[in-house]
């Protein structure tokens, strides 16, 4: 895990000499349950199935590529936050992660609220039935039709990101002649990755009010000015794939330090704070994230403790889990098209997808892992880049994965840990088409987003 522990994040991570991987797994053909949904497992051909049904089926049926989704490994986790904050908490899925319909109802099913960042998210999440007040509304530059729909759908808290966002939204809701409960999105100067997380008095980046200088004392003071705004908390978000939780406790520190504050200066004590998201998964065996009800407790205390020290009544917590509720609960499955020995380097293995599907490895570095698995095999691992099929030599799916030696065309391999900001960083690079998102529960698949077309394509090019 070296590489991805570097302070400043993944992508700072790559200086390692070449071949600096981890040796071959003892058996290929083992599937990891920490990477894979929890209703995988290979029948007695060797076939990969998941939620009942095999993968050779699902590519006969729906193509490939495709993302297969497993609807109650999804359920599963949603409960799982669900249960393990309770009654005092509140549990945002951010849809940024993944966001269809189908994934909408099943939240809501389950009793989570949802994190949107834009009018199609909005729109995606009113269309499916979210009740606006389990909905939040994000964004560093939300448009005043944004923010006209969200506060007229009645949104249960927009999250100001700005000076200028709060009287814009305090102007929209006062000629909406309503009262828009919202949160104030501070910076505290914790970047957290991975194992690492830096804290500073500054953060140099685009999103929230910094602590710093007390600029964000002062958003709130102008806010609790504002008749039409109801301010009822103070939000914060740290990172991504963190798995250490000293980040969060330095935030949580900082955060309750601006509620003391604010009660000293205006008698008034915040009901809410919100810790953001940002909680790791499995990519590869080498991690190990935290169960959601360990990371319940350890905020809870963290905040509890916090809040006793600064004699304050504890606030309301919510967090905003993306990646650790879908993550998991999704893989692609592409097919083998050319398989191609570097003489003394690797082996190439060309899949059907790409860059287009997930872009994560080429933008952050990701590390993912890759399984054959429409059989066994018991050839010898050889070491392969899975790479797809666009016109970039950095269109690479999986930099270092060893793969069984009689890897050949035809064969289906598939990347678990997909569900997380693959089909919603999907793309149409080089014009192809994207892959539909197929759910698959008890013996049944079915496709809850279809698969691109090129009549789709030429839709909006209208010439
Ligand atoms: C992206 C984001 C999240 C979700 O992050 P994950 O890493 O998917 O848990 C939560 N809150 C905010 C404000 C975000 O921007």
């Not at 993944?98 to 809501?108: D, H």
């Not at 980040?247 to 601006?258: D, K, M, N, S, T």
């Not at 998964?281 to 809870?300: F, G, Q, V």
Request: proline letters at 5%; a negative charge.
């Amino acid at each position: 895990m070296s590489r991805s522990a570097h302070p400043a994040g993944p992508r700072h991570a790559d200086v390692l000499p070449e071949g600096h991987y981890s040796a071959p797994p003892t058996d290929l053909n083992a599937l990891d349950p920490k990477v894979w949904s929890q209703t995988v497992t290979r029948d007695e051909h060797g076939v990969l199935t998941v939620g009942g049904i095999d993968v050779k089926r699902l590519a006969e049926e729906y193509g490939t590529p495709a993302y297969v989704l497993d609807e109650d490994d999804f359920r599963s986790r949603a409960r799982a936050w669900r249960t393990a904050f309770g009654e005092n908490a509140d549990v945002f899925y951010a849809g940024k992660a993944f966001l269809s319909r189908a994934v909408v109802r099943w939240l809501n099913e389950e009793g989570l609220n949802l994190d949107v960042c834009s009018g199609g998210e909005l729109a995606t999440a009113l269309s499916a039935g979210m009740p606006a007040e389990r909905i939040a509304f994000h964004g560093n530059n939300k448009s005043a039709a944004e923010i006209r729909r969200a506060v007229e759908a009645g949104v249960g808290r927009i999250v100001l990101d700005s000076f200028q966002e709060i009287v814009r939204v305090a102007h929209i809701a006062r000629e909406l002649g309503t009262r828009q409960r919202v949160q104030i999105r501070v910076t505290v100067g914790v970047e957290a990755h991975t194992h690492e997380f830096i804290a500073t008095a500054h953060e140099d980046q685009k999103f929230g009010i910094p602590l710093a200088g007390g600029q964000a004392a002062e958003a709130v003071r102008r806010a609790l000015q504002l008749d039409s705004l109801e301010v009822i908390g103070i939000h914060s978000h740290i990172g991504s794939q963190i798995f250490d939780m000293s980040g969060f406790e330095v935030a949580a520190h900082r955060v309750v330090g601006l509620l003391k504050d604010i009660r000293d200066e205006h008698g008034v004590e915040l009901p809410e704070i919100d810790l953001g998201g940002g909680l790791g998964i499995a990519y590869t065996s080498d991690d190990d994230p935290r169960e959601p009800h360990e990371i319940a407790k350890a905020l809870s205390e963290i905040v509890t403790r916090e809040c006793e020290a600064a004699k304050l009544r504890t606030p309301r917590i919510s967090v905003e889990p993306g990646r650790a509720i879908v993550g998991p609960t999704a893989f692609t499955l592409y097919e083998v098209g050319t398989v191609k020995p570097l003489e003394g380097l690797r082996t190439y293995v060309s899949v059907d997808g790409g860059m287009s599907d997930n872009i994560r490895t080429a933008l952050y570095d990701a590390e993912y892992s890759v399984a054959l698995v429409s059989r066994s095999s018991d050839a010898a691992p050889m070491l392969t880049r899975v790479v797809g099929k666009h016109c970039e030599s950095g269109d690479i799916v999986v930099k270092d994965a060893f793969l069984p030696g009689d890897l050949a065309p035809g064969d289906l391999i598939a990347v678990p840990a997909t569900g997380a900001y693959c089909r919603s960083m999907a793309s149409n690079y080089n014009h192809v088409l994207r892959p539909p998102v197929v759910a698959v529960k008890d013996g049944q698949a079915r496709v809850i987003v279809r698969r691109e077309t090129e009549e789709d394509l030429l839709r909006l090019d209208v010439g």
